[in-house]
């Protein structure tokens, strides 16, 4: 086998071989073979176009996903995996797209629990169980939350507390016992019922 073409694109080069197979690869990859018209191809060099092949497909799908909405470093890899990609491959994806900024789990970490505690405000504990079911680890589910503002954090809980309290039938030891599943501490409760105008009589 030799190659009988190279098609040089924008995002990638298209290598043509005398079999009828085309790969695509990056330009890492084109820079260390030196691919050139009429080289022979070994089956070393033909495993190492099907992995930069596949790795380029990877990659674009992962920028698709990616362009829909933020993603972590899990759960994009489970996406990825999800749909054929072998866990080598999506392994040397997910650390390019770490080293270009393109996917940050602290960054996905703010905006998802930004996002929560807009649609469906709850305490730090639920807050904190989510972020790990997500992929981050528990220091940086931590620290994500000890950076927000404490104003983001307390709006959420008036906002959760208005809402439960809303409820027909719903006395504070009901309310508390509520909050207190969704993740609040009681020290947090207690700052919010200590607030008059949230108070909801027995």
């Not at 694109?9 to 084109?30: H, N, R, T, W």
């Not at 789990?105 to 904190?128: I, M, Y």
Request: with cysteine; hydrophobic share 40%.
């Amino acid at each position: 086998m030799f190659i009988t073409g190279i098609n040089i694109k924008e995002a990638s080069i298209e290598v043509l071989i005398s079999d009828g197979a085309s790969f695509f690869i990056s330009d890492a990859d084109y820079a260390r073979y030196a691919f050139s018209k009429g080289d022979p191809v070994s089956s070393e060099i033909y495993e190492a176009l099907e992995r930069g092949h596949r790795f380029i497909l990877c990659r674009q799908k992962a920028l698709d996903l990616l362009s829909f909405s933020e993603h972590s470093s899990f759960t994009l890899s489970v996406k990825l995996r999800q749909r054929g990609f072998e866990p080598a491959v999506v392994s040397d994806v997910i650390a390019m797209l770490e080293e270009k900024k393109y996917i940050d789990d602290c960054r996905f970490g703010e905006l998802w629990v930004r996002s929560r505690l807009k649609k469906n405000p709850c305490g730090r504990s639920a807050l904190v169980s989510g972020l790990r079911a997500k992929g981050l680890s528990a220091p940086l589910a931590e620290q994500v939350i000890d950076e927000l503002d404490d104003d983001v954090m307390m709006d959420g809980a008036c906002r959760a507390y208005k809402k439960i309290a809303s409820r027909k039938g719903m006395t504070n030891d009901k309310i508390i016992g509520q909050l207190l599943r969704r993740g609040y501490s009681m020290n947090m409760i207690r700052e919010i019922m200590a607030r008059g105008i949230y108070e909801k009589e027995e």
